[in-house]
């Protein structure tokens, strides 16, 4: 199982780290790299060159301001790429959420919230889980436990103003 997660800027690097954790806590190989589209564009071209080839599932690409980066991973692989639209700059992050979500048809990239990586994590373990029931059954147990802290939370807020 593994995935990659793709940064366009250093300064990035804290928006994105619940997500690599995620994947972590979940048994998934991660492939990490700062690699801006506009920048070093032929870096990039060749990072996904090798993720094409080297048994990677899903890709997270995340990226603020005109975040062409999930745009420009998409145009180079088949694989599933998920977009993080990222805030930093004074449209904070609705920018970079118009630029992701509205991809040419034929090249989809499928978008989570601005600084949403822990879903773009969730999404892509999900998406494994399609071929790994390890994963769709630990994926399984933590909604059960979710729902039992939520339930629990409901109990106590009922208990507190019970007549």
């Known amino acids: 199982m593994k995935t990659a997660v793709i940064m366009g800027s250093t300064s990035d690097l804290p928006k994105v780290e619940p997500a ?3 994947l972590k806590t979940y048994g998934v190989s991660v492939e990490v790299r700062c690699l801006s589209a506009h920048r070093v564009h032929e870096g990039l071209a060749a990072f996904m060159a090798e ?18 980066l999930p745009g420009v991973v998409a145009s180079q692989t088949v694989l599933p790429v998920i977009g993080v639209p990222l805030s930093g700059s004074v449209l904070d992050g ?3 959420l118009y ?7 034929g090249i989809p990239v499928a978008t989570v919230a601005i600084n949403g990586s822990k879903n773009a994590a969730y999404l892509a373990l999900e998406i494994m889980a399609v071929h790994h029931p390890e994963l769709r059954e630990k994926l399984l147990d933590e909604r059960r436990k979710m729902a039992e802290q939520a339930m629990q939370a409901n109990e106590e807020v009922m208990a507190k103003y019970k007549e």
């Open 20 to 22: 690599i954790e995620i």
């Open 51 to 68: 993720t094409n080839q080297n048994g990677t599932e899903v890709v997270i690409a995340a990226a603020g301001m005109a975040a062409a």
């Open 94 to 96: 609705t920018d970079a």
């Open 99 to 105: 630029s992701i979500v509205q991809m040419p048809s």
